[in-house]
C-alpha cells in the first residue's frame, strides 16, 4: 500500500461514526424519533422547489435570513434578544466548533475541557493543530468550580469547551460555573447547547449572559429539537465582533441555498416542533425512573439521552440488548451505556429487553 505523507498525528486514526445497524430501535446517537409533520414537509419541498429554480446562483453567503429567523426563535425559547448579526450558522455545530478553532485555537495554543465529554471535541482541536486538555469531572458527572479555575489557572488555554448539558452524561451547568470560567479565561469560553431545548424547567441557558460576558459563544443545533439532523444545521450566539471573526475562516458559501431554505421553514414551524419536545422531556424522565427501578445508576439529565450504569462488562449488556434488536451507545466512562429517547413504544421496548438482560444468571452467555 502507498505510504501517504499524511500529518503524523493521522496515521492510524479511524474515521469518527457510530454504528449505524438496521435494527428495530436504535437509541444510540441522540436522534429525534419523531419526523417531521406532513405540513412541515410539504412546506419544506416547496422551499426546496423555489431553490432549485435558482441553483445556478450562489447561496447568500452570509445567510441573512436565516439568521433573523433563528434570532427570532431564540429571543422567543430564551428570552433573549439579539441582532442576525450576532447569530452565526453552519453545517451543524460541528463545523461551528472547527471554525472556532479555526479562528482562536490553531499552533501553540490550546483547547480545555472536562471529561468526560464529547467524543469529537479532541477531533475538532487535532483537526486544527490545537493542543487538547481535560480536567476531570465529580463522581457525579458535575464541574466542580474550584476545580476548573484551577484547570483554567494551569493550562491557560485559549479556548474552554463546556457542554451544557453534557455528553455523554446529560448534566447541565450552572451560569454561576460559565460567568467564573469566562473572567477566568484568557480566551474564548464556548457553552455547547446542542441539547438546550429538553433542559428541565429552572435549567438557565448561557444565552442569558452574552451581554455581559464578550468573550462567550453559545452554540446550538437543529438536528436534536427540530428533528432535523438530516439537514445539518448549527449555529452560534455571540457578538458581532466574535461572528465577524468566524467570518473570516469559514469557507465561501458554506451553506447551500437548499438548507438555508428548509432550515427556515423548520424555524416557521418551531411551535409545533416544541410539542414534541415536551414529550419528549416526559419520556425522558420516565425512563431514567425505569432504569433507577432495575436498580440502575442515573444522573439528572437535561438533554434527550440519559446515561446508565456501571456495568463490570458494559460491551456484554451492549450486545446482549443488540440481540433483542436494541442498539444503544458504548461511549462516555467505562462501565456505562447511553440511550437517547425514543417512542413511548420503543423506550417500553428497550427497558422491557434491558429487563430481561438483567436477569440472566451471573455467568450466563451475554452475547459476547
Same mark, same amino acid.
Given at each position: 500500500?502507498?505510504?501517504?505523507?499524511?500529518?503524523?498525528?493521522?496515521?492510524?486514526?479511524?474515521?469518527?461514526?457510530?454504528?449505524?445497524?438496521?435494527?428495530?430501535?436504535?437509541?444510540?446517537?441522540?436522534?429525534?424519533?419523531?419526523?417531521?409533520?406532513?405540513?412541515?414537509?410539504?412546506?419544506?419541498?416547496?422551499a426546496v422547489a423555489d431553490a432549485v429554480a435558482g441553483l445556478n446562483r450562489y447561496p447568500d453567503r452570509e445567510a441573512l435570513d436565516l439568521r433573523a429567523d433563528l434570532?427570532?426563535?431564540?429571543?422567543?425559547?430564551?428570552?433573549?434578544?439579539?441582532?442576525?448579526?450576532?447569530?452565526?450558522?453552519?453545517?451543524?455545530?460541528?463545523?461551528?466548533?472547527?471554525?472556532?478553532?479555526?479562528?482562536?485555537?490553531?499552533?501553540?495554543?490550546?483547547?480545555?475541557?472536562?471529561?468526560?465529554?464529547?467524543?469529537?471535541?479532541?477531533?475538532?482541536?487535532?483537526?486544527?493543530?490545537?493542543?487538547?486538555?481535560?480536567?476531570?469531572?465529580?463522581?457525579?458527572?458535575?464541574?466542580? *468550580?474550584?476545580?476548573?479555575?484551577?484547570?483554567?489557572?494551569?493550562?491557560?488555554?485559549?479556548?474552554?469547551? *463546556?457542554?451544557?448539558?453534557?455528553?455523554?452524561?446529560?448534566?447541565?451547568?450552572?451560569?454561576?460555573?460559565?460567568?467564573?470560567?469566562?473572567?477566568?479565561?484568557?480566551?474564548?469560553?464556548? *457553552?455547547?447547547?446542542?441539547?438546550?431545548?429538553?433542559?428541565?424547567?429552572?435549567?438557565?441557558?448561557?444565552?442569558?449572559?452574552?451581554?455581559?460576558?464578550?468573550?462567550?459563544?453559545?452554540?446550538?443545533?437543529?438536528?436534536?429539537?427540530?428533528?432535523?439532523?438530516?439537514?445539518?444545521?448549527?449555529?452560534?450566539?455571540?457578538?458581532?465582533?466574535?461572528?465577524?471573526?468566524?467570518?473570516?475562516?469559514?469557507?465561501?458559501?458554506?451553506?447551500?441555498?437548499?438548507?438555508?431554505?428548509?432550515?427556515?421553514?423548520?424555524?416557521?414551524?418551531?411551535?409545533?416542533?416544541?410539542?414534541?419536545?415536551? $414529550?419528549?422531556?416526559?419520556?425522558?424522565?420516565?425512563?431514567?425512573?425505569?432504569?433507577?427501578?432495575?436498580?440502575? $445508576?442515573?444522573?439528572?439529565?437535561?438533554?434527550?439521552?440519559?446515561?446508565?450504569?456501571?456495568?463490570?462488562?458494559?460491551?456484554?449488556?451492549?450486545?446482549?440488548?443488540?440481540?433483542?434488536?436494541?442498539?444503544?451507545?458504548?461511549?462516555?466512562?467505562?462501565?456505562?451505556?447511553?440511550?437517547?429517547?425514543?417512542?413511548?413504544?420503543?423506550?417500553?421496548?428497550?427497558?422491557?429487553?434491558?429487563?430481561?438482560?438483567?436477569?440472566?444468571?451471573?455467568?450466563?452467555?451475554?452475547?459476547?
Amino acid at each position: 500500500m502507498t505510504d501517504l505523507p499524511i500529518r503524523e498525528e493521522l496515521r492510524g486514526i479511524q474515521p469518527y461514526g457510530a454504528p449505524q445497524l438496521d435494527v428495530p430501535i436504535r437509541l444510540n446517537v441522540n436522534e429525534n424519533p419523531y419526523p417531521p409533520s406532513e405540513a412541515l414537509a410539504a412546506d419544506a419541498a416547496k422551499a426546496v422547489a423555489d431553490a432549485v429554480a435558482g441553483l445556478n446562483r450562489y447561496p447568500d453567503r452570509e445567510a441573512l435570513d436565516l439568521r433573523a429567523d433563528l434570532a427570532t426563535y431564540l429571543a422567543g425559547e430564551s428570552g433573549v434578544d439579539l441582532t442576525p448579526e450576532q447569530v452565526w450558522a453552519a453545517n451543524g455545530s460541528n463545523e461551528i466548533m472547527l471554525q472556532i478553532l479555526q479562528a482562536f485555537g490553531g499552533p501553540g495554543r490550546r483547547v480545555l475541557s472536562f471529561a468526560p465529554t464529547y467524543s469529537m471535541y479532541p477531533e475538532y482541536a487535532r483537526n486544527t493543530a490545537t493542543e487538547w486538555v481535560t480536567a476531570p469531572r465529580r463522581e457525579d458527572f458535575t464541574v466542580d *468550580v474550584d476545580d476548573a479555575l484551577a484547570a483554567v489557572v494551569e493550562h491557560r488555554p485559549s479556548v474552554v469547551f *463546556v457542554a451544557s448539558p453534557n455528553n455523554p452524561t446529560g448534566t447541565a451547568v450552572s451560569l454561576d460555573l460559565v460567568r467564573a470560567l469566562h473572567d477566568a479565561s484568557p480566551g474564548m469560553l464556548v *457553552v455547547d447547547e446542542a441539547y438546550a431545548e429538553f433542559r428541565r424547567a429552572g435549567t438557565p441557558s448561557a444565552l442569558s449572559l452574552l451581554a455581559e460576558c464578550p468573550r462567550l459563544i453559545v452554540t446550538r443545533t437543529m438536528s436534536k429539537a427540530f428533528a432535523f439532523a438530516g439537514a445539518r444545521v448549527g449555529y452560534a450566539a455571540a457578538s458581532t465582533e466574535v461572528v465577524d471573526v468566524l467570518r473570516v475562516v469559514r469557507l465561501p458559501y458554506h451553506l447551500s441555498a437548499v438548507t438555508q431554505a428548509v432550515a427556515r421553514v423548520a424555524l416557521a414551524h418551531a411551535a409545533e416542533l416544541q410539542e414534541r419536545v415536551e $414529550q419528549l422531556r416526559s419520556t425522558r424522565d420516565e425512563l431514567a425512573e425505569s432504569l433507577r427501578s432495575l436498580g440502575l $445508576q442515573v444522573p439528572d439529565s437535561d438533554a434527550n439521552f440519559v446515561l446508565f450504569g456501571p456495568f463490570d462488562d458494559r460491551h456484554a449488556i451492549f450486545r446482549a440488548l443488540l440481540e433483542h434488536g436494541v442498539l444503544v451507545r458504548e461511549t462516555g466512562p467505562e462501565g456505562w451505556l447511553r440511550a437517547c429517547v425514543g417512542t413511548p413504544e420503543e423506550t417500553e421496548t428497550f427497558v422491557r429487553a434491558l429487563r430481561k438482560v438483567l436477569a440472566r444468571e451471573p455467568g450466563e452467555d451475554t452475547g459476547t
